[in-house]
Structure formats: structure tokens, C-alpha cells
């Protein structure tokens, strides 16, 4: 039976009235990515009555397809780009030789991590070699020297700062932990932009006096969880020092967070949740427990909560309404993080756990509706949260 995403007919059933698909989507794409959606889904071990969402093969390729189609399209772009003279009015790819696609830079660098992740998962990927080809040409020792070069030039110190830096250092831990010959070079290739990166968050981090709680691009917690992320894989304890320094300093006596003022119009971000899922990493889970009952003192009370509900996406051709879409997906892999962090007995784990699959499967059918404002980035965020384990 061919289901009713397939054929253009409305979820009221296959005998309604055709729906008229908005935009530059079609019929086939939504079958795509609907199936995408069931593909992605398996029965969790053990249990006949839950599911987990998680990376199958097919959902693997169709995302690797997604992201091979912006690591290399230069336009449209949005560069965060202060000119200081008028010779640096330069095209994407002049500027970043080696992330240039993707409408932006951070984008087009979790782009390239999005591909090695899922080489790493899947080796056997009918894009491997497609995969393997667009890696090698971009990321190359000449290349990576240019985007160095270009973090060192006047008017660059908030370049990208810390969402930009947070993503590099998660492709660098991507690759520091292949054992692929191309993994290796690539690693290899990366180190001089990688330690610049470590660079900026030791001399910035410092001299951050308050934390940025915002939904989008600067928040703190997000750049320090994923700069923590990278320090303990490849063992850098100077920089996992300060980011846990600066996370107890920054948030260890937060209480009450006000997430009823969640979501805000453009965020793809839960302030409160990403604060959360960072202290998960820097408190051993008693101390995380009990900190978690002052920041949230009504999960697993309120079942009404604000966090506990998907955004409302009401256009995915708005490049700001869609960061939504990019919420749901955050909110469900920082629950899911929160959730392997406490104890199986507690009861606020089922609740984010349950949480978290309803914010998924609000998304997921919508990551490729033909319309880039939300392809270029969209699939790197459900390829990080498909592919986080969930603990027993």
C-alpha cells in the first residue's frame, strides 16, 4: 500500500481531497522524506511498547544527499564578513576556500561533519565515494592556511563566535576519532584552524563576564558543551578545565529558569534545555540531579510545560520561522542527553524521553520540503540527534 504522504493526499486519508504543495516541494519529496521519517524509527531493545529514533541505512544516504548538495553550492550566502577595506570585497569561496557552501559558514562546516559522521556510521554508503571526493577538495592544507589566515586579520575576533567555533571543534572530534586513512589526513589538514579555534575559546572565555542565553547562534552553554565534547576526545585538559570553570561559574546557581517565556520567534534553541544538557556534562549525576530540581523545578509536575510542547512552525520558506524546526530537534537530542543523565527510576527521564520523540517526529518529516532556508542545516541537527545513544 502506497502510504498517504506519497501521494499528495492529505493525513484525513487517501480518499480526501489532493492537498496543493506550497512551494517547489513535490509529491516525491514528501514520500521521500515521510519515509525517511519511518525509516528512521527502531523498536528500542527490550521494549514492545516505546520506540527510539534512530539513524537506519536509507535515512543515512538520504541525509548524506542533502548535505552533498550545499558543502559546495556557494550561493546563496550569507557572509559574516566585516569588510576593512575594499579589497576584501571578495566572493564566499575567495574568503573560505574550505567552508563556503552551505548559505553560511557555520552551516557549511557542520555540513562537512554531518558527511564524516555518517561515513563514520554507515562506511558502506552508496555516496561514499561522492562523500570522500567533495572532502578532499575541500578540506586541504592550502585551504585550512587561508581560513587561519583569515581568523588573524583586523575585525575578526567574533567571527562565528562561539556557534561557528562550537561546530569546527565537533568536526575535529569527528575525525580524531576515525580510524580512515582519508579520517587521518583530513584531521591532519584541520589541526592549524582546529587549535586556532581552542585559541579564540581560551582567550575569550576568560574575559566573558556573563553567559549569553540567547536561542540562537551565540548562546554560551551550546559553545561550551560542544568545546567540552572535543577536549575530553582528544584529551586537552587546559581547555576542559576552563569550560568547566566557566560553566559552574556561569551557571551553577541558576535557579528557576523562566523557559514559560520559551519559545522565542526565531530561536533554534531552548536556553533552558541547552543550559541543562551542558551542566549533564560538567555535574557527576547526583549533583546534576539535584541541580536540575532548582533550574526545573516543575518537570515531572507540569505536564502543560512550555519546554514539554513542539514549536509551531508556520513557514518553512522564512529563513527565521524555520530555526523552529531546527528547535524541535535540539530540544529532543538535549532532553534525551538530560534523560541518560539521570537515573532509570526517575521519573522526569520517561517524561523527556517521551518528550523528546514527539518534538522529533514533529520535524523530521519536513527537514527537505524543497526549500533551502532550512535544507543547508537542518540535516546536520537530525543527524546529531539520531545518532546520540540512549542508555538503558
Known amino acids: 500500500m502506497v502510504p498517504w504522504f506519497c501521494t499528495g493526499a492529505p493525513a484525513g486519508g487517501r480518499d480526501s481531497a489532493p492537498v496543493r504543495l506550497a512551494g517547489r516541494a513535490s509529491p516525491g519529496r514528501l514520500c521521500l522524506w515521510g519515509v525517511l521519517l519511518l525509516l528512521a524509527i527502531r523498536p528500542l531493545a527490550g521494549s514492545a511498547s516505546e520506540a527510539s529514533l534512530s539513524l537506519s541505512p536509507q535515512a543515512a544516504s538520504n541525509l548524506a544527499r542533502l548535505a552533498l548538495r550545499c558543502v559546495a553550492r556557494e550561493y546563496p550566502n550569507k557572509p559574516d564578513h566585516v569588510m576593512n577595506d ?3 570585497v571578495q566572493s564566499p569561496k575567495a574568503l573560505h576556500p574550505v567552508f563556503y557552501g552551505c548559505y553560511d559558514w557555520h552551516s557549511s562546516v557542520h555540513g562537512h561533519w ?25 578540506i586541504t592544507a592550502e585551504h585550512v592556511s587561508a581560513e587561519v589566515r583569515y581568523l588573524g586579520q583586523a575585525n575578526r575576533k567574533s567571527f562565528e563566535r562561539t556557534y561557528g567555533w562550537a561546530w569546527l571543534l565537533k568536526l575535529a572530534e569527528e575525525l580524531h576519532a576515525w580510524p580512515d586513512a582519508d579520517g587521518r589526513a583530513w584531521s ?9 579555534m581552542v585559541r579564540l575559546y581560551m582567550d575569550f572565555l576568560p574575559r566573558q563576564t556573563y553567559p549569553i542565553r540567547t536561542g540562537v547562534h551565540p548562546n554560551t552553554a551550546f559553545g561550551i558543551a560542544f568545546g567540552l565534547d572535543y577536549a575530553r576526545a582528544v584529551g586537552h585538559r587546559d581547555l576542559e578545565k576552563l569550560l568547566v570553570e566557566r560553566s559552574r561559574f556561569y551557571f551553577g546557581n541558576d535557579r528557576s529558569a523562566p523557559v514559560s517565556w520559551e519559545p522565542g520567534g526565531e530561536d533554534f534553541f531552548s536556553p533552558g534545555l541547552m543550559e541543562a544538557d551542558l551542566m549533564r556534562r560538567v555535574l ?3 549533583e546534576f540531579s539535584s541541580w536540575l530540581a532548582r533550574f526545573l523545578p516543575t518537570l515531572g509536575k507540569d505536564r502543560s510545560l512550555s519546554l514539554l510542547q513542539p514549536a509551531l512552525v508556520s513557514d518553512r520558506t522564512d529563513p527565521k520561522i524555520v530555526h523552529l524546526d531546527g528547535l524541535n530537534l535540539s530540544r529532543a537530542w538535549c532532553m ?4 541518560n543523565s539521570l537515573a532509570a527510576s526517575d521519573p522526569r527521564r520517561k517524561l523527556l524521553l517521551s518528550a523528546a520523540e514527539v518534538h522529533a517526529r514533529s520535524t523530521l518529516p519536513h527537514i527537505a520540503g524543497g526549500h533551502y532556508e532550512g535544507e543547508h542545516w537542518l540535516g546536520s541537527f537530525a543527524v546529531y540527534l539520531l545518532s546520540q545513544p540512549i542508555s538503558p
Request: charged share 30%.
Open 86 to 88: 575594499a579589497g576584501e
Open 284 to 286: 557527576d549525576r547526583r
Open 114 to 138: 554531518m558527511l564524516v559522521r555518517l561515513l563514520r556510521l554507515f562506511p558502506d554508503l552508496p555516496e561514499e565515494g561522492e562523500i570522500r571526493t567533495a572532502l578532499r577538495g575541500n
Open 188 to 196: 591532519e589538514a584541520l589541526q592549524p584552524l582546529t587549535q586556532a
Open 336 to 339: 534525551r542527553g538530560i534523560a
